[in-house]
């Protein structure tokens, strides 16, 4: 598996469970099926995006800091369209993306060199 | 006429030079004894370079090792027999010390197993090659690698060591290892680093005797409160049973690796506790961060309450 479709998995995954918190906001439960596929197709492209840096890039600290601000930036995105929750939607979005950074960082094959 | 003592000496040293007529080296001197044969130094009139000459009473040693090609085995250049009818081969000159002198820069308080040996060297007076008090525990366990490697590979071409001790160990120096006298049959091996099973005259053996020499030369190297992996690990390399020992010298150099990778090893298999703590240790990176994620969550839960 290689570090684009690792980010994309791991991506998927983890905005699909940041989604799944919002349960536990009472205001926005009429909206979680559309809160799940959102978040998730954010932890996607947070995820492609950190794996394409990864091949590129392979420091462990600046693939944090690359996905954490693409995380915000997608959770600020999002948080503008609803005009509201500004902080339960980027706060998190910019922790789940520094996990998304670590693991495209760590797990993955990396691209292969020709010589 | 009554001959000093350093007279008598002298001529008994003479005595025993090998006579090196006929053949393409000159002799400069002794420059060490193992347990099967002498080793001089010489010149290669040929090459003009110089050499080590091994005198032996048989030819098998000049075999084995000229079958062995490996970075870690003393090349041999040439072998034959001298007008006296015993059998020398010339080697690679190795400037360096014995694996014991290597370390007796160091004193280790409490050291397990430390014999006390007579130096060895193989070419003129070296230097000691590193700074007092600097072999470090990763040197260490290098040095031991790579003497496990040349003893693996000879077990690829059905060859064993047979007396693998400090003595038998040069470190060079630019830090490259060679291990020396390789053993033939009917070698005892030396008491502290041999098996039990080969003071059996006439015991067939295998390599799991180089696997407790090996142990044993480890817990050689290990320092005074060395980590117990370490320790388990040459306590397993040394168990008296063979089929209690590591079964092969990949092995041994398998857990060794997995020591120094901060992976649990195989002579001492983790508690859970443990193998939580190497875990936490190992993703303590990914762990913050998930930490993170959750108080993040719970400072918002709580946020909104207020």
């Known amino acids: 598996m290689n570090k684009i479709v690792t980010g994309i998995v791991f991506g998927a995954l983890l905005g699909f469970l940041d989604g799944a918190t919002a349960w536990f906001t009472p205001d926005v439960r009429s909206m979680m099926q559309s809160i799940l596929v959102g978040s998730s197709i954010k932890g996607l492209l947070v995820g492609l995006l950190s794996g394409w840096f990864a091949r590129k890039v392979n420091s462990m600290k600046w693939g944090i800091v690359f996905a954490s601000t693409l995380g915000l930036l997608f959770a600020f995105g999002v948080a503008l369209m609803q005009k509201d929750h500004y902080l339960e939607i980027m706060l998190p979005g910019f922790v789940t993306g520094a996990i998304i950074g670590f693991l495209t960082q760590r797990a993955g094959a990396p691209s292969k060199q020709t010589v | ?306």
Not at chain 2, 109 to 130: F, N
Not at chain 2, 131 to 145: I, K
Not at chain 2, 156 to 185: A, C, I
Not at chain 2, 187 to 204: I, M, S, Y
Request: proline share 6%.
């Open chain 2, 1 to 306: 006429m009554e001959l000093s003592d350093s007279v008598v000496r002298h001529l008994r040293a003479v005595v025993d030079l090998p006579d090196l007529s006929g053949t393409r080296y000159e002799l400069e001197g002794e420059i060490g004894r193992g347990g099967l044969g002498v080793v001089y130094a010489a010149v290669d009139r040929q090459l003009g370079r110089r050499v080590a000459i091994k005198v032996l009473d048989g030819e098998e040693e000049a075999r084995v090792i000229a079958g062995l090609e490996h970075p870690a085995i003393v090349p041999v250049y040439d072998a034959g027999v001298l007008p006296d009818g015993r059998a020398y081969y010339a080697m690679k000159l190795v400037s360096g010390e014995g694996l014991d002198r290597y370390l007796r820069a160091q004193p280790q308080a409490g050291r397990q197993g430390a014999p006390a040996a007579a130096a060895r060297s193989t070419g003129a007076a070296a230097p000691s090659i590193h700074p007092a008090g600097e072999v470090s525990l990763s040197e260490r366990l290098r040095l031991l690698q790579r003497v496990g490697e040349a003893v693996a590979f000879a077990h690829t071409r059905g060859v064993l060591h047979r007396d693998l001790k400090p003595q038998n160990v040069m470190v060079g120096s630019f830090g490259e290892v060679y291990v020396m006298d390789w053993g033939v049959e009917g070698v005892a091996g030396t008491p502290q680093f041999r098996a039990p099973e080969q003071a059996a005259a006439g015991a067939a053996l295998d390599q799991r005797a180089d696997v407790y020499a090996l142990g044993a030369l480890l817990q050689f190297l290990l320092p005074a409160g060395a980590p117990h992996p370490l320790r388990a690990i040459a306590a397993k390399a040394m168990a008296a049973d063979p089929g209690g020992r590591y079964t092969d010298v990949p092995a041994l150099l398998l857990d060794l690796q997995r020591f120094q990778d901060g992976l649990a090893v195989a002579a001492c298999p983790d508690t859970w506790w443990q193998q939580t703590r190497r875990f936490a240790v190992r993703n303590q990176v990914l762990l913050l961060l998930l930490a993170a994620f959750v108080v993040v969550k719970f400072f918002l839960f709580f946020l909104r309450w207020l």
